[in-house]
């Protein structure tokens, strides 16, 4: 298993440990970034961590892993999104195609929908057919109403009509599910500036999210997505997906620390139950292999 590997890597190094041993750094410098975070945040943050450990006098796996995790821990994020009772509460679900951002949608679809909030799926990715027809098929499965419009409509146009049926019903959360066709940047930002308009004036005062999703397996390209987003529509959220056996996550620490950005949910498989809230320290125990 490739993450336990990296996490053993680590172990591994730890117990390896002399004080003023330059090979040392250079080699978890080396492990952080190949942990997905990114080359001049793992050089700082290394560097930081040698002079830690020779003022403080810091050897041992334990201690020295314990020192890394208390550096990264203002990195790593989390934030718990919640529902007003009684009012329009509108999350968009943003991602690049492949993400596994229509997935997400139904997950968090499921998880308010147990927590006993009223939920409607706005199926506003409309330039691809079969992003449409999976979230309706995830509706169906889950006895959750989606609100679609035939495929190449205006996807703002969803979004205004899940929010008007949420609001003729007293309330509730609409989760948008948005197209992410980077490939043309420019049309991708001005659409969801659109999407982002409608649905801030549709949703109650405070009651608005927008939350990015990304793929642990795809490394720095995780950053770099949640800079394009962020600067388009400024983000609240993210989530990250994929995050198994396969996934380091080190993107957590890297959007946390160059973006400022707290993540809601951690996606571990494929099933509807494979979400959960993130838990830093949990999340850093895995991730340092303490």
Partial sequence: MAKMSFADRLKSLFGLYKADDAEFFDDLTDALIEGDIGAASAVQIVDDLQKKCKAEKISG????SRALKEMLRPYVRSVSLDVEP????????????GVGKTTTVAKMARLYAEK?????????????????????????????????????????????????ACASSGGGLVIADTAGRLHN?????????????VASSKASDGCYKKILVVDATTGQNALRQAEVFNEAVGLDAVVLTKYDSTAKGGCIVSIGKELSLPFAFVCTGEKYGDIAALDPDKYLDEFLGI
């Fill in 61 to 64: 796996s334990d201690k020295i």
């Fill in 86 to 97: 009684g009012k329009v509460n509108v999350f968009m679900v943003l991602g690049v195609n």
């Fill in 116 to 164: 006993g909030e009223s939920v409607i799926i706005s199926a506003s990715d409309t330039f691809r057919a079969a992003a449409v027809d999976q979230i309706a098929e995830h509706g169906e499965r889950l006895g959750i109403r989606v609100v679609r419009h035939q495929m190449g409509s205006d996807p703002s146009a969803v979004v205004f009509d899940a929010a008007s």
């Fill in 185 to 197: 940047k420019e049309n991708l930002v001005n659409e969801l500036k659109k999407i982002d308009r």
